[in-house]
């Protein structure tokens, strides 16, 4: 190699260091945001004008030291401005607008959390790469909890204004009377959303977890709902021939044991000329079709540390996160659906909703 070639090549690596060094520093950053959300001190800063760290910590009854460290990371990362003449913190507005609970562009410190539970479950990961074997929901602490603020803000926020006006007629039927079945509903906000709107209509929703069962069922008790259950129920081999008008499942496909053999059932489930409106994650099937997708190494993550192997664990296949929405309309045509329309709202680019007709 000659010393021209050398140098450019050194100058590439150092780059490239460069590079790693600085995506080292924001997944810490990261975590950090997590923590954040968690102990509520984003919310707590986003009340509070310009403040010394002992006024942040007794505001958000925490411990000043910890509260302390980690407003550093958070000067240190951009997120929280700091006055060294004062030694005071600021949340600006336009930072508390998405980090906050209730925040106006969505709060993103919901989704740091799955990054701080990618740690959380790293030695069971390794265990994974080593004997190929899967995991079990139960592993992963918080999951539902993360999941439903998640699909909190995503789906069932936008359950009246964006998602249910993609199936044509159907706020009408639901507002009539219909049965309705939201298949791996989690903690079952969307449902319960939907049960709130329209009391003459009827309610199932069905997941393998019970701890999420119980978490949705608990909250129906407060709300006083009688128009919607929730049953712990493994979907594998699901039949119900003839049962429902309408069917949803929002981010619950792709890391079952048997997407494809789920997809058919809920068809058979639906009454003729029912619909099912279904939303997962819209990346390709196609990895170099992926490479400018919104956070697609954030969702190969979530895939590799979660989906992937949930799905190995039941002795699925492990389909993973980004199964891409060429494959599930592929399903959906397989079963047998006659209309298949497939849609990107704005608010949301990381999803994909199908609207198919039985
Ligand atoms: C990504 S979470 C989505 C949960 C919920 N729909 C939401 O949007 O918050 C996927 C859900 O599918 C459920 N699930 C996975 N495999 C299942 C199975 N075999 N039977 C029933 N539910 C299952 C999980 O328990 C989990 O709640």
């Not at 607008?97 to 969505?106: D, E, I, V």
């Not at 790469?129 to 995991?135: A, D, P």
Request: proline share 4%; hydrophobic share 40%.
């Amino acid at each position: 190699m000659t010393a021209e070639l050398q140098n450019i090549s050194a100058t590439t690596s150092e780059r490239f260091a460069e590079t790693i060094a600085g995506i080292i520093n924001q997944g810490a950053v990261a975590v950090s945001l997590s923590l954040g959300h968690r102990t509520g001190l984003f919310d707590t800063m986003a009340r509070m004008a310009p403040a010394g760290s002992l006024e942040i910590a007794t505001a958000a009854d925490l411990a000043e030291r910890y509260v302390r460290e980690w407003l550093a990371v958070m000067v240190t990362g951009g997120i929280v401005d700091y006055d060294p003449a004062t030694s005071r913190y600021h949340l600006p507005e336009a930072h508390a607008a998405c980090l906050t609970r209730g925040a106006a562009l969505g709060n993103l410190a919901v989704y740091a959390q799955h990054v701080a539970l990618m740690g959380e479950i790293q030695d069971r990961t390794v265990a994974c790469f080593e004997t190929g074997e899967g995991t079990e929901y139960g592993e992963y602490p918080c999951f539902h909890q993360i999941m439903a603020e998640d699909s909190g803000q995503t789906v069932a926020e936008a359950l009246f204004d964006h998602i249910l006006p993609l199936a044509p007629g159907i706020e009408a039927r639901l507002a009539q009377g219909i049965e309705v079945l939201d298949a791996g509903c989690g903690r079952g906000l969307a449902l319960i959303e939907m049960a709130k709107r329209y009391p003459e209509s009827r309610f199932t929703g069905y997941d393998l977890c019970g701890d999420a069962i119980d978490w949705a069922r608990a909250a129906v008790r407060r709300l006083g709902l009688d128009n919607v259950t929730f049953e712990a129920r493994d979907l594998t081999g699901y039949a119900e021939p003839g049962r429902f008008d309408f069917v949803t499942s929002f981010d619950a496909i792709h890391d079952q044991k048997d997407p494809e053999g789920l997809i058919r059932g809920l068809k058979a489930s639906l009454k003729p000329g029912g619909t099912y409106l279904v939303q997962d994650i819209g990346g390709s099937a196609r990895l170099e079709n992926n490479l400018n997708f919104p956070m697609a190494s954030f969702l190969y993550a979530i895939s590799l540390t979660h989906c992937t192997p949930v799905s190995i664990g039941q002795g699925g296949e492990g389909l993973g996160t980004m199964w891409g929405w060429e494959t599930c309309e592929a399903i959906l045509r397989g079963a047998g659906f006659v209309e298949v329309d497939r849609h990107v709202l704005p608010h949301d680019p990381m999803n994909v909703w199908f609207v198919a007709r039985s």
